[in-house]
């Protein structure tokens, strides 16, 4: 299935129960659409929720909202049943908010173009963590649900690892030859694995972050956008050539390519609620659903949990943060604006 948004996305998310889908475009636009197997998708809502691009999308509150973030500095807060606003703050962070990730039922994960990452709890409907942890863009992040700790990349070339528990950002590693751009936790919470602008993966134990110990260097020499955990030994690649590949971990190799998006970089990745379905955008303005029957027999029985147990009692590892060891890179070129308080954060989440 494809659906024609008109405009360039950047971020696309699944409902968790239901077969919605909802796409963030670069007018600052908020899509939502109902698919299903025989049919052409429907166009539910269509909210211009930002007045910069919408860079970020999450279904929040078991699908009852969606969360969306912009480089206008501003995250929203919008009701799925009738695209109505139930909440906004414009000074959620002091630069664009380039990524939104779910971490327990009651809390999400923002993070933007100056390496802060922020955690909202919705039931105290304020922040309650905050961590300055990298000197460029959070490129993507992930959640130890287990561990309680939040895993960054960023356009420093930087891991980082925030645990939550603590309030205090627990491990970096080393600083990479280039950009990371993804990772997923694998192998039941044993490796990290992260997707580079080279086109390397690098793989890194869990508790020894300071520096990777392993590298996949025969993928492609394409950035390495977006990943997806099939399984534990298994991930879903979208890279800036436009390919979506099967990627086994350990022993490190190309299984298969899966799809093609198009002849443009593919942006984002995501699993249907049943994984019945892929979902891929690119620059190329199109959503594609892809069926996973079809494209990669035994799916089906794929393990739905994405980060994996992980042995929480792990905190003595790489503690401390190098103040010496900064990144010189240029910060990646991205327009923002300066947002116009409205309200603090304390009362953001009022309404959810």
């Known amino acids: 299935m494809e659906i024609n948004l008109e405009k360039l996305a950047f971020d696309i998310d699944f409902h968790p129960s239901d077969n919605l889908v909802a796409a963030g475009l670069i007018n600052g636009d908020l899509h939502l659409y109902r698919y299903t197997a025989d049919s052409v998708p429907v166009r539910l809502l269509e909210v211009h929720a930002h007045t910069e691009s919408c860079r970020a999308v999450r279904f929040i509150n078991g699908g009852r909202a969606l969360l969306t973030g912009s480089p206008d500095h501003s995250i929203l807060a919008t009701d799925v049943e009738t ?8 000074n959620a962070h002091e630069a664009a908010v380039n990524r939104l990730i779910n971490l327990t039922e009651s809390t999400v994960a923002s993070g933007d173009d100056e390496g802060c990452i922020k955690v909202w ?43 939550l528990r603590r309030n205090k950002v627990q491990a970096q590693s080393e600083f990479s030859e280039d950009e990371l751009l993804s990772v997923v936790i694998m192998k039941n919470g044993r490796k ?8 390397i993966i690098l793989l890194y134990s869990w508790g020894c972050f300071k520096d990777c110990s392993d590298r996949f260097v025969d993928l492609s ?13 298994r991930i879903i690649t979208g890279s800036e050539n436009g390919l979506i590949n099967l990627i ?16 443009y970089p593919v942006e984002r990745l995501a699993f249907s609620h049943d994984r019945k379905f892929l979902g891929s955008i690119a620059h190329d303005q199109m959503l594609k659903l892809w069926d996973l029957d079809n494209i990669l ?5 794929t393990q739905r949990n994405e980060a994996g147990e992980i042995d929480s009692d792990d905190d003595e590892m790489d503690v401390d943060v190098d103040a010496d060891s900064k990144s010189n890179k240029a910060n990646k070129t991205k327009h923002a604006s ?11 989440f009022a309404d959810l």
């Not at 020499?221 to 030994?233: A, F, G, Q, R």
């Not at 086994?248 to 390519?257: D, F």
């Open 83 to 90: 695209g109505s606003t139930i909440a906004r703050l414009d």
């Open 121 to 163: 709890d919705t039931r105290q409907r304020s922040c309650s963590n905050s961590f300055e942890v990298h000197e460029d863009y959070i490129s993507d992040m992930t959640f130890a649900s287990d561990a309680m700790k939040i895993l960054a990349t960023s356009g420093d070339g930087t891991l980082s690892v925030c645990n």
């Open 192 to 199: 990290v694995v992260c997707g580079s602008q080279t086109g």
């Open 221 to 233: 020499p394409n950035s390495i956008d977006t990943m997806l955990k099939l399984d534990e030994d």
């Open 248 to 263: 086994g971990i350990l022993p490190n190799r190309v299984i298969q390519p899966i799809a093609e998006h198009s002849e």
């Open 297 to 301: 027999p035994g799916s089906e029985s």
């Open 338 to 348: 300066n947002g116009h308080a409205l309200g603090g954060s304390n009362n953001f």
